[in-house]
């Protein structure tokens, strides 16, 4: 504990700490420091630090002096307020906020109003002179007070306060008289006792103690554990606690709160934007109780306060140098700020904002680069609806998060998680979004929400996953008991497919067709400057012309990997494979293949002119044949079929004989079996007519003034004795095309590291090889010993029990497969040292494994597609946070 300081004032000229404190004060404490350096109107108050936290919820109890320190701060903030705590004439009520290192949108715990009990309130009435507000502010503090420290449910207190409306003939809360709240409170405090057994503690100390003792808590809620996991914030941080005086928004109606951003979230434009409401308190905005007013029409309300607001805003994304997601209250006509923080966005914002801050002259190039993450980039690839679809609009609720989604609805956030255990697609369908909902919101394609604004929990949160999201959908009812929502003539059952827009705010019956939307401008921008960073070259896994296309639009440096197996599936082309397959002799198996070179030949013609000037790394046939043949259960039904029918002797001879070969070709463990340059050896007449295909083609386009990069990839290679007779088959038939075409080309020929066996004596096969190209997905299974086809049956329960932290075939194993991948670079490299080498697997498009192939000294990275802007964006990353 550094110098034993538990508690960090601020505010009033007599801040202690700053900006750069967040490890230990937590984000929300530091800008609260940094806000009271600046001179801008902050509540005073003081900070306890993640270190206390950390050691409270190890060891059980507070370090000791903790809680003389929290009476001190007490006392200073009692004189600067002029107020006294636990008073019953002029009390001093406090607000209870947790804050982690890096903001968690409403995962943790909050308490407002802290330090009313039966007496104070009377007192607090009599001081202010508005009674109303006084038990307002009471009611809500029991509320608050039940559910985050003794954990009672909070529908509970909802369900009272709904029936109380009703009975009233009521529609907001703040339509009730004073005696009606002063109900509600006894009714609260009755809940309180039923559920707690013990009544509501009416000293102020001891309730702050156990607001305290409630907010560390809550780090270990599973909301905040579930978040963490998902955004890999590590769980030792702990949070801060910071109390500040209260000031209040509820006070009459030239009293406010609302929540605001210093530039559009949703879209990155420049512009300020936000919600605000008159005589409320925060969490009514942000769980979008009442539907807020856009913060422009304060300019009208409240035109001084406006304005004040206005020079804030553009102070802090001043100072900050970023775009600031910011808090207030208006108490009688009198700002205060309650928080800053670095605001979330959606991808498209995050890659404007970025940009245009370049262009404003508030941050450079690097900065921005590293203010967009390569995840977020997926994200902006996210489907949108199709402009040609003809759809159905049910209802419009508020554009919340861009993008579009279709799925099955569900009403609760633990069916989402169930269905997408099982590859179900859903749309969450609430009334509005709570904490505990993160999960399912992560589970969904998209949230739709009955109430809530463009601030609401349901819009940062999807804002922040890259999720659709409508809220505030007003048309909207839902009947929980019956699983059905009800809107205008429609009626929509749980497990209805609809389809939302959360672009526009639409709500669509059915199922619409969705497109991916291009490389914006300000995202070739980004990756423009990205290029000019970068070391590690990006290529594609590609096996079409149409994928190589769609990857040299996204800046694809070459193909390193198309699988040529992809090639065989064609309904003219099975034909001619099976027959391949089923010949019992040589000679009959190089008539069938001679049948499938001219269509080899096409498709690599393509591929190439596609890919013209980058090289193209083609991986010979790999799997093994019985893929390539019918099911033997659904051969055997033929065959039984047609010994119960008129056929004739010479057909059932047919389906038995294919029958039979299935069986003999049938492996125990397949994907360790007959497969990769085994099939090159038993079969060199298979690799051989790829080999002719290839270069036919090369030759060809070369011929037409074309610069064509061939680069054969033997698959499975254990031993060099292995490359070295494929090798040989391969460059024959490479020199005698070449010499009988006229046409000279350089060409490679190399292999694929996805043996244990391979990456030991990768020393050895490098003297054959010209190149490496890692295959992390097979080295992953069998470094693991894990099959990708079996993992998802108990993976999930090694993630969920934190035995692994992440899914091994989603992103790289660096203390294991990463270790082999460095023992094969520098065995490789020592025995040829300008040896090119990359990564094929699926883990060449994941930030993390792309960061760590660039530290390792890969050549390049190879990912499908839509995932080579990633990849571009991820290998800036690693260049720049090494020089950080």
């Not at 907010?215 to 590590?234: D, E, M």
């Not at 019918?630 to 002797?649: F, G, I, R, T």
Request: charged residues 25%; proline residues 4%; glycine residues 8%.
């Amino acid at each position: 504990m550094a110098d034993n300081k538990f508690v960090y004032i601020f505010g009033n000229n007599e801040t202690e700490g700053k900006n750069s404190m967040k490890d230990l004060l937590g984000g929300k404490g530091a800008n609260l420091a940094e806000m009271s350096n600046l001179g801008i109107p902050v509540p005073v108050g003081f900070t306890i630090t993640t270190e206390v936290c950390t050691l409270y919820l190890k060891n059980g109890q507070y370090p000791p002096g903790f809680e003389e320190h929290i009476d001190n701060a007490i006392k200073q903030l009692e004189s600067t307020t002029k107020k006294n705590f636990g008073d019953l004439k002029n009390p001093l009520l406090l607000s209870v906020r947790s804050g982690a290192r890096v903001s968690m949108p409403g995962m943790m715990d909050t308490v407002l109003n802290l330090g009313l009990n039966d007496d104070s309130v009377v007192g607090l009435a009599a001081k202010t002179g508005n009674e109303r507000f006084a038990y307002d502010s009471y009611r809500r503090f029991l509320t608050m007070f039940a559910n985050v420290v003794l954990d009672i449910d909070h529908e509970k207190f909802e369900s009272t306060l709904s029936a109380m409306k009703k009975d009233k003939n009521v529609k907001q809360d703040n339509d009730l008289e004073v005696e009606d709240l002063k109900e509600l409170v006894e009714k609260f405090k009755t809940i309180i006792k039923d559920e707690a057994g013990k009544e509501f503690p009416q000293n102020a100390r001891e309730q702050l103690q156990m607001a305290i003792d409630a907010v560390f808590g809550s780090w270990n809620n599973q909301r905040a554990k579930t978040y963490r996991k998902l955004n890999g914030i590590p769980g030792e941080w702990g949070t801060a606690v910071n109390v500040q005086s209260m000031v209040y928004g509820n006070m009459g109606e030239t009293s406010g709160t609302g929540v605001a951003f210093t530039r559009d979230p949703a879209t990155g434009e420049k512009r300020f934007f936000g919600e605000y409401l008159i005589n409320a308190q925060g969490e009514d905005v942000v769980a979008g109780i009442r539907t807020p007013q856009p913060i422009k029409a304060l300019k009208n309300t409240m035109p001084k306060v406006y304005d004040q607001l206005v020079d804030i805003y553009m102070k802090l994304e001043d100072h900050f140098k970023d775009m600031q997601d910011i808090e207030f209250t208006i108490e009688k006509g009198k700002l205060f700020m309650l928080q800053t923080r670095t605001g979330k966005r959606t991808a498209a914002a995050a890659i404007k904002i970025a940009t245009e801050m370049v262009e404003e002259g508030l941050i450079d190039k690097h900065t921005a680069l590293l203010r967009v993450e390569p995840e977020q980039i997926d994200r902006l690839l996210h489907p949108n609806i199709d402009p040609t679809s003809a759809y159905e609009v049910m209802a419009t609720g508020l554009p919340a998060s861009p993008g579009a989604a279709v799925g099955e609805v569900v009403f609760t956030a633990e069916h989402a998680e169930e269905m997408a255990k099982n590859g179900e697609k859903t749309i969450l369908v609430r009334a509005e979004t709570s904490p505990e909902d993160i999960g399912g919101m992560n589970a969904s394609e998209g949230i739709l929400t009955v109430r809530g604004g463009m601030t609401s929990h349901a819009a940062v949160v999807a804002r922040g996953m890259g999720k659709p999201c409508v809220a505030g959908c007003g048309e909207i009812t839902i009947d929980i008991k019956e699983k059905v929502f009800n809107v205008g003539d429609y009626t929509v059952k749980e497990g209805d497919i609809i389809s939302i827009d959360g672009s526009t705010g639409n709500v669509i019956l059915g199922k619409v067709d969705l497109i991916l939307p291009g490389v914006t401008d300000e995202l070739e921008t980004i990756l423009t400057w990205a290029d000019e960073v970068r070391t590690l070259k990006v290529r594609t896994n590609a096996d079409t012309p149409h994928d190589a296309e769609v990857a040299r639009d996204f800046g694809a440096e070459g193909i390193g990997l198309c699988r040529t197996e992809h090639m065989f599936f064609g309904e003219d082309r099975i034909p001619a494979v099976r027959e391949m397959i089923m010949a019992e002799d040589i000679e009959s198996r190089k008539l069938a293949l001679k049948k499938l070179l001219p269509m080899q030949r096409e498709d690599f013609i393509g591929i190439f002119k596609a890919m013209e000037g980058f090289p193209v790394t083609i991986r010979l046939l790999d799997p093994p044949l019985h893929e390539f043949l019918p099911n033997h259960e659904e051969v055997m039904e033929k065959l039984w079929e047609l010994e119960s029918s008129d056929a004739s002797q010479e057909e059932m001879d047919r389906v038995k004989k294919i029958g039979e070969r299935i069986e003999y070709l049938k492996e125990i463990n397949p994907m360790l079996g007959h497969r990769g340059c085994r099939l090159g050896i038993t079969y060199p007449e298979i690799y051989e007519m790829q080999a002719q295909a290839i270069i036919e083609a090369a030759c060809e386009l070369s011929k037409d003034g074309m610069k064509i990069v061939p680069e054969i990839m033997i698959p499975l290679v254990s031993h060099v004795k292995e490359l070295e007779f494929v090798k040989k088959h391969i460059t024959s038939i490479f020199e005698s095309v070449m010499e009988e075409m006229g046409i000279k080309l350089d060409y490679m020929v190399g292999t694929m590291i996805e043996l244990p066996r391979a990456v030991l004596t990768a020393d050895q096969i490098a003297k054959e090889a010209e190149f490496f190209s890692f295959g992390t997905n097979d080295l992953t299974q069998t470094t693991f010993g894990f099959s990708r086809d079996d993992a998802g049956k108990f993976l999930p329960f090694y993630l969920e029990s934190g035995i692994l932290e992440d899914d091994p075939f989603a992103v790289l194993d660096q203390d294991g497969v990463g270790q082999l991948v460095k023992i094969g670079i520098e065995k490789g490299r020592a025995t040829r040292p300008d040896i090119k080498i990359g990564i094929c697997g699926e883990h060449g498009g994941e930030p993390k494994s792309v960061k760590f192939g660039h530290n390792v000294g890969l050549d390049y990275v190879s990912c499908s597609p839509f995932r080579v802007p990633i990849a571009r964006l991820a290998a800036a990353h690693a260049v720049l946070e090494n020089k950080q």
